[in-house]
């Protein structure tokens, strides 16, 4: 079915030729596709997981005809890119989002109001 170092394993047409149904087609390259073909191509909900050394992200998209009509990149930490109204990592807050997800607050800036600035409540973890 190949012959350029890729590998299928799933669903294919009754002739066996080509991927059909549920399953992962991994590319020479190493990143991996997981979803639904419909006659050899890309068709429906699917993934590209990428290699570690690619970021390790994932690319989650709905896909027509081996064309992604609709998708959405996520970094491996979980943090998902927003084309549009991206609030992650702005002039006023230059946190990481490790940092995000542990309630770390961001380094406070002269001109700004702190009165809608949360800090958590660790219950007392420092002991004395």
């Not at 080509?18 to 050899?40: C, I, K, P």
């Not at 406070?108 to 009165?115: F, G, I, R, T």
């Amino acid at each position: 079915m190949f012959h350029c170092r890729e590998a299928y394993e799933g669903g294919k047409t009754p002739d066996g030729k080509r991927m059909h149904g549920e399953g992962v087609l991994t590319l020479a390259s190493g990143n991996q596709y997981r979803g639904y073909f419909n006659d050899g191509r890309c068709e429906g909900e699917g993934v590209v997981h990428f290699k570690k050394e690619q970021g390790n992200g994932q690319y989650r998209a709905t896909w027509k005809a081996g064309i992604a009509e609709k998708g959405d990149y996520v970094f491996s930490d979980g943090l998902e890119y927003a084309l549009k109204d991206w609030d992650y990592c702005t002039q006023d807050d230059r946190r990481l989002w490790k940092e995000h997800l542990t309630f770390i607050t961001p380094a406070m800036l002269d001109n700004v109001d702190h009165a809608d600035v949360i800090l958590p409540d660790y219950g007392g973890t420092d002991k004395e």
